[in-house]
Nanobody
Framework: VQLQASGGGSVQAGDSLTLSCAAS????????VAWFRQAPEREREFVAA???????YYADSVKGRFTISRDNAKNTVYLVMNSLKPEDTAVYYC??????????????????WGQGTLVTVSS
């Protein structure tokens, strides 16, 4: 499956952005899809995941501000980011794997990755 992430940009603190992860080559309906992010000089970290049952998981740092969802008809997963903070600045990557893994938060569990989209939040 090929993934294309988009929707990044430069915003002010408190603003919102919606990222999209469009898939081609295979349907996502039986895949777990996650968003990870990587800030300069930091490890890539888990942000959110949605599994085939539509259950969602979030990192504590984004819980209550970010929402992950999927549109199976469009073969696309979204990440709605509200109340953005400067510490949310990073390159955001979407990733996918068939079915799900109990270690949904680990980047090693995902064989398919998009190219990344940059989100910059200024104070």
């Amino acid at each position: 499956v090929q993934l294309q992430a988009s929707g990044g940009g430069s915003v002010q603190a408190g603003d919102s952005l919606t990222l999209s992860c469009a898939a081609s080559g295979r349907t996502l309906f039986n895949h777990a899809v996650a968003w990870f992010r990587q800030a300069p000089e930091r490890e890539r970290e888990f942000v959110a995941a949605i599994i085939p049952s539509a259950r969602t998981y979030y990192a504590d740092s984004v819980k209550g501000r970010f929402t992950i969802s999927r549109d199976n008809a469009k073969n696309t997963v979204y990440l709605v980011m509200n109340s953005l903070k400067p510490e949310d600045t990073a390159v955001y990557y979407c990733a996918a794997r068939r079915y799900w893994s109990v270690q949904y938060y680990s980047r090693d569990q995902y064989p398919y990755w998009g190219q990344g989209t940059l989100v910059t939040v200024s104070s």
